[in-house]
């Protein structure tokens, strides 16, 4: 039983596809999870949702310029969060209707787009999907670069990080520069969904910041625990979907998602248990 | 007594509204000041622009005989300085967040840091703090689990986990019981006769106010009139700050 799909599995851990593959689960689940679990307390869960498909614009903007995607899809969804942040601080609209009329407008702008290319070699399924197999060296050191930076800064202002995701405007009043901390985070933000989008895709992207995250939040007490839980489970669930996806011969995008809907699941189960035994005692 | 708060002719506008006008008064070290008023009189707005959180349109602002700029937040050296609790503490209850985390978070200073730095005496200020608002046994527990009373010690905590001047409260100890009211009060009178500190409350609680403040500043856009609770607390100002069918008036000097 599962013996050919186990020979299988260890024939394409020999790969250098493979091994880049798990490389880059791994980092872009430190990331993911590291960031949405400031992100699901801050409610910006929509907010990284929109980003991930407006990705699908800077893409095709790279292609129709004639550009490598990885090199417009950066510049292009941290200026996109930028703007969509402005948008929603020039108004009176609750933050999700401008985010659903920005996530409208740049999916219909991308498909406009799409239609002016003439010919492109990557596949619409894997923009929509994602395919880590594929990821490239360039891509892995982006990656981590990436993760080092949202590591450095926001180990470095955890204190403030902290307090502004608590109450904004005790923040404030304790001489937290807000709207500088706020951009900056909407920066990273941005930018580790334009890295994660080559692995998961644009459908998907959105579910390596919140499911970690909000396994996480079921599972722990402490504030700090919770942001290395959440990094944990990102980087852990990322690995196991990619060895699911080789094993079984399946896209390795949504395995991804699988394992981490799974130990969701888990978690939501446990933490009712857990609750039921301290009811009991 | 040494100024501790000096506000000279402070106007601050929400949009096109004057909310406070040509507001001027002192707060003392060591001394306890009601703000009073009706709804909408501009308490909370007058706050939060002495904090920086709100821009003032005209006047000055000096704290410790510093004077804060007022193109600018005030500088972080003098936010230290302040303590503030918000009159509503609304937050994410589901929040993953111990009693020790969030009384930590009002030690911090601005700036980068490493999470680990001053661990040990951060450790033992949140002790010290907990205690002194006699929720040590609280420490350990998640923050989603306490109930209004318990938060608001915790926060009083958060206030004077490190050394302060000046204590700025809204509301503070609203929906506190009445021994928890009575703890609430023998703690700000310690901090401001032990340790100097000068506390700026708004309230509504007009007994309160009599009992336990020095002074107050009755506010309705404009100061109505500042002094001690027997001189200002007259049915007369209250009339003229509240409305003229202000006549429920009750305190126990």
Not at chain 1, 171 to 184: M, S
Not at chain 2, 104 to 109: A, E, I, R, S, V
Request: glycine share 8%; aromatic share 8%.
């Amino acid at each position: 039983m599962f013996t050919e799909e186990i020979t299988r599995l260890i024939e394409l851990l020999q790969f250098p596809f493979m091994q880049r593959a798990l490389w880059g689960g791994l980092i872009l689940g430190l990331l993911g999870g590291l960031l949405g679990s400031f992100a699901i307390l801050r409610q910006l869960s929509f907010f990284s949702h929109t980003v991930g498909h407006a990705a699908l614009l800077g893409i095709v903007l790279g292609v129709l310029l004639n550009l490598d995607p990885t090199l417009t899809l950066l510049p292009f969804t941290v200026l996109f969060g930028l703007g969509v942040i402005y948008l929603i601080d020039q108004t009176d609209l609750w933050s999700d209707t401008v985010l659903n009329i920005v996530f409208s407008a740049s999916l219909a702008s991308a498909v406009i787009a799409l239609s002016f290319v003439k010919s492109y070699q990557g596949n619409l399924m894997n923009l929509l999907f994602g395919d880590i197999l594929a990821i490239r060296y360039g891509d892995l050191w982006l990656s981590l670069a990436v993760l080092i930076v949202a590591i450095a800064s926001l180990g470095l202002t955890l204190w403030a990080q902290t307090l502004l995701t608590l109450h904004e405007e005790m923040a404030k009043a304790q001489g937290i520069n807000v709207r500088l901390h706020q951009t900056w985070f909407v920066i990273l933000l941005s930018l580790a969904v334009a890295v994660a989008i080559k692995a998961v895709g644009v459908l998907l992207v959105n579910a390596f910041l919140v499911i970690p995250a909000a396994t996480a939040k079921l599972l722990s007490q402490q504030f700090t625990a919770f942001i290395v839980l959440s990094s944990v489970i990102g980087a852990v669930s990322a690995v196991a979907g990619i060895v699911t996806s080789a094993a079984l011969n399946v896209s390795s995008g949504p395995s991804i998602v699988v394992a981490q809907f799974i130990l969701f699941v888990f978690a939501v189960l446990f933490s009712r248990f857990n609750q039921q035994l301290k009811r009991d005692r | 007594m040494e100024t501790v708060l000096a506000i000279e002719d402070l106007n601050v506008y929400r949009g096109a509204y004057a909310a406070v006008q040509n507001v001027s008064f002192t707060l003392k070290a060591g001394t306890d000041t009601a703000l009073i008023g009706p709804n909408g009189a501009g308490k909370s707005t007058l706050v939060k622009a002495i904090l920086g959180i709100l821009p003032r349109h005209s006047g000055s602002i000096a704290l410790l005989g510093q004077s804060v700029d007022r193109s600018r937040h005030l500088p972080s050296r003098l936010q230290q300085q302040i303590a503030y609790l918000p009159q509503n503490f609304l937050f994410d209850r589901g929040i993953p967040m111990t009693v020790a985390e969030l009384v930590d978070l009002g030690w911090g200073k601005s700036g980068l840091r490493l999470p680990w730095e001053a661990r040990p005496q951060r450790v033992r200020a949140v002790q010290e703090a907990l205690a002194q608002v006699k929720a040590s046994h609280l420490i350990n527990q998640p923050i989603k689990g306490l109930s209004g009373g318990e938060i608001k010690r915790v926060l009083l905590a958060y206030c004077i986990v490190r050394p302060r001047r000046l204590l700025i409260l809204d509301e503070a100890p609203a929906g506190l019981d009445f021994q928890s009211e009575a703890e609430f009060y023998q703690l700000l009178n310690q901090l401001k006769s032990d340790y100097g500190w000068a506390i700026l409350q708004i309230s509504h609680d007009l007994d309160i106010v009599s009992r336990h403040c020095d002074r107050v500043i009755c506010l309705n856009r404009s100061i109505i009139c500042q002094g001690s609770p027997d001189t200002v607390l007259l049915p007369e100002n209250l009339v003229a700050a509240y409305s003229p069918e202000f006549t429920r008036y009750h305190h126990n000097h």
